[in-house]
């Protein structure tokens, strides 16, 4: 065979085939880097969602025995024949309190988490090990490395924290905020960090926090640590944000007897309130008033509260913040990374 037709063979050979529907290349690597954690993440959801499944069962079978005794429950009384309404109460209000006491606090730590062992790692333990170099020295750019370790990263983030924030939204719809016996405003706690689309977009953040963190420090120990104080320093931030994201409403009420304080709607959120004095000075409910002489006088207090109905409005608002935060952490981290030596 001659020089020339060699040449011709190997122009027009088109090498081994690959297997259709296999992943090669760096779809590959990505799979075989991060397939432990993404099976540890699909356990995580199915066993909350099992559990959540299990609890409202129970409060379900238990309003029912409630309704089949004839008990009653209001705000004032609660009527029934004798003390047997008590403990069909305690089967609602004892899975109610798990979530609320247990299971709501281990969620509002999600993206904690997820910046302290799925952002972190993904850049420290490359630089730990050495393997950056053998990564980075190859024909696939920097750039369309991080690309894909860094999307399957965040769509598994994206998708598990939205699995768990909408079946604590169901839980929390369906089984706490309509049950009798159970008190959970929207706003109160941890319950508004773990309801509906601020959940989602405080785990992305805390992917790329992460990830920032990891690529600036390259020591994995350290960066989990910093991680986790510049996620509570965000999340301590953003509570004292909350308050001034949407307008607040403003009410007024007389003083009732034995009672003289501002009382807000029904699920609403008491940003502050206090004493409207005789000359229309107020004065904010915090002692200052006791040795004043017009606060005998008082018979009016004030409220700027939250309505339910800002919990969209304010939702929306922290969300946008926290996802062009993320944004403009991950254009950093791709310009980081293209200049890094």
Same mark, same amino acid.
């Given at each position: 065979m001659s020089v020339a037709s060699l040449i011709e063979q190997v122009a027009t050979d088109e090498g081994p085939k690959l297997r259709p529907g296999r992943l090669h290349g760096l779809a590959w690597l990505v799979w075989r880097q991060n397939r432990?954690?993404? /099976?540890?993440? !699909?356990?995580?959801v199915v066993a909350v969602g099992c559990w959540l499944w299990y609890e409202h069962s129970a409060v379900v079978a238990a309003t029912e025995r409630i309704h089949q *005794?004839?008990?009653?429950?209001?705000?004032?009384?609660w009527a029934a024949s004798g003390q047997s309404c /008590?403990? !069909?109460? =305690?089967?609602?209000?004892? $899975? +109610?309190?798990?979530? +609320?006491? =247990? !299971?709501? $606090?281990? !969620?509002? *730590?999600?993206p904690a988490l997820v910046g302290m062992f799925v952002g972190v790692p993904l850049f420290s333990q490359e630089f730990e090990r050495g393997t950056h170099r053998l990564l980075w020295s190859q024909s696939v750019s920097r750039t369309r490395w991080l690309a894909f370790r860094f999307g399957a990263a965040a769509a598994l983030v994206l998708v598990a924290s939205t699995a768990l924030a909408a079946l604590a939204s169901w839980f929390w719809h369906t089984d706490v905020h309509t049950e009798l016996? *159970?008190?959970?405003?929207?706003?109160?706690?941890?319950?508004?960090?773990?309801?509906?689309?601020?959940?989602? *977009?405080t785990a992305l953040f805390g992917l790329v926090l992460g990830v920032l963190v990891g690529l600036l420090v390259r020591r994995t120990l350290p960066a989990v640590g910093i991680t986790a104080a510049l996620m509570l320093a965000v999340e301590c931030g953003m509570y004292q944000l909350r308050p001034y994201l949407y307008p607040q409403v403003y009410g007024v009420q007389p003083i009732r007897p034995n009672f003289d304080t501002f009382m807000q709607p029904t699920d609403a959120w008491l940003v502050s309130n206090g004493m409207i004095l005789p000359n229309g000075t107020k004065v904010a409910n915090d002692g200052a008033c006791i040795n004043q002489r017009g606060c005998r006088q008082v018979s009016q207090v004030y409220g700027y509260y939250h309505p339910v109905s800002h919990f969209w409005p304010i939702q929306l608002i922290e969300s946008g913040i926290l996802l062009c935060l993320t944004a403009a952490v991950v254009a950093f981290v791709f310009h980081r990374v293209r200049r890094v030596a």
């Open positions: 432990f954690l993404l /099976w540890v993440v !699909l356990a995580g *005794a004839g008990c009653s429950y209001d705000s004032d009384t /008590w403990p !069909l109460l =305690e089967d609602v209000v004892n $899975p +109610t309190g798990a979530f +609320t006491g =247990e !299971l709501q $606090p281990a !969620l509002a *730590a999600v016996g *159970a008190f959970d405003p929207p706003f109160q706690g941890v319950t508004y960090l773990v309801l509906g689309i601020v959940p989602v *977009a």
